[in-house]
């Protein structure tokens, strides 16, 4: 049974920082790339960042230069680093990996967090 449990979430003002972790566990042979996605009410979930399992990123437009993707050692952990924050960054926020497994190699597996609340209000 694979869980990734994300943590980090919470109130913040306008112009502060988060940190946003995820760790996948379970019988995982291998994460290729892990995101982040989040989902603003009566909104679409969007895709925040990526990172792949050689470590390239990619930021959607509206938090490029504001937040940080990364993976820790282990490669099975993700975190996303938010500076500058603002009310529009309000969202729940989700992990997202693709995962394989040793009795399918050659299929991922895509697995979600339970999602953790990020609150930007003065």
């Known amino acids: 049974q694979v869980q990734l449990v994300e943590s980090g979430g919470g109130l913040v003002q306008p112009g502060g920082s988060l940190r946003l972790s995820c760790a996948a566990s379970?019988?995982?042979?291998?994460?290729?790339?892990m995101n982040w996605y989040r989902q603003a009410p009566g909104k679409e979930r969007e895709l925040v960042a990526t990172?792949?399992?050689?470590?390239?990123?990619n930021y959607a437009a509206s938090v490029k230069g504001r937040f940080t993707i990364s993976r820790g050692n282990t490669k099975n952990t993700v975190y996303l680093q938010m500076d500058s924050l603002q009310p529009e960054d309000t969202a729940v926020y989700y992990c997202?990996?693709?995962?394989?497994?040793?009795?399918?190699?050659?299929?991922?597996?895509?697995?979600w967090g339970q999602g953790t609340q990020v609150t930007v209000s003065a």
């Open positions: 997202n990996a693709l995962i394989r497994f040793d009795w399918s190699p050659a299929l991922r597996y895509t697995y």
């Open positions: 379970g019988s995982i042979s291998s994460i290729d790339a």
């Open positions: 990172i792949s399992t050689g470590g390239s990123t």
